[in-house]
């Protein structure tokens, strides 16, 4: 499985965008990039996935540099309950095991 | 979008007893479900992979005898921890997948917090 290397943790203001860096400079290529979140005392949320196109859905959108090696996920409007610990995790499509690494906390301040 | 309903949500249990956690996919068939576990401040860890049907795949170091594994309809996996101690006191997660549209991401439960006296 490909490592990935998130920030450990970061602030954002809310109603900012919060835009939240993983590099995964070992990613192969039939891995796609998956972004997961997980509030605090539930259980992991999915958020988006992307193989090497940009992706947006109503949750946020994902930014896949074109050589593959890193990603952003961006959540254009930051609320309090966006304050989570978020996952970025290289995947093979149809291969369900997820490794999850130590993931960004990321705190929403009011 | 698909729904997967864990229970109990938190269970406290003498040292010694069993203790079984219910996960159930709601809305869809799930072929496959895994069982995580997840200390304070520390990340998921994967337990065992669970095909319906079939017996549970479990990760090195985590013991087979201690934590079984049910997967006996597309819709209910179980996992039972026997004999519990104080260190198996966790927060247990289940997930799962199916066929068609859902197979391209994982559906969670809500987690179980399991303390054992």
């Known amino acids: 499985d490909a490592k990935t290397t998130q920030p450990t943790s970061m602030d954002c203001a809310e109603g900012r965008a919060a835009n939240l860096p993983c590099n995964h400079s070992?990613?192969?290529?039939?891995?796609?990039v998956y972004w997961y979140r997980q509030i605090h005392s539930q259980g992991p949320q999915y958020i988006i996935h992307g193989l090497k196109n940009n992706e947006t859905n109503e949750m946020a959108s994902l930014i896949i540099t074109e050589d593959r090696k890193s990603s952003t996920l961006i959540l254009p409007h930051a609320t309090l309950r966006d304050t989570a610990v978020y996952y970025c995790?290289?995947?093979?499509?149809?291969?369900?095991?997820?490794?999850f690494g130590t993931g960004t906390r990321l705190t929403i301040i009011p | 979008g698909a729904v997967v309903s864990q229970h109990p949500s938190r269970v406290i249990c003498k040292s010694g007893t069993s203790v079984k956690i219910e996960c159930r996919s709601l809305d869809f068939q799930a072929t496959t479900m895994f069982w995580y576990r997840q200390f304070p401040k520390q990340s998921l860890m994967l337990m065992a992979t669970?095909?319906?049907?079939?017996?549970?795949?479990?990760e090195q170091g985590v013991e087979k005898d201690k934590f079984l594994i049910n997967h006996a309809s597309l819709t209910l996996s179980t996992l039972t921890v026997t004999s519990a101690h104080p260190e198996d006191s966790s927060f247990y997660i289940c997930s799962a997948t199916g066929q068609g549209g859902v197979r391209e991401k994982l559906f969670f439960g809500s987690g179980t917090q399991l303390s054992v006296l």
């Open positions: 070992t990613i192969s290529g039939n891995e796609y």
């Open positions: 995790i290289p995947q093979g499509f149809g291969n369900e095991k997820l490794t």
């Open positions: 669970s095909n319906e049907g079939s017996k549970a795949t479990y």
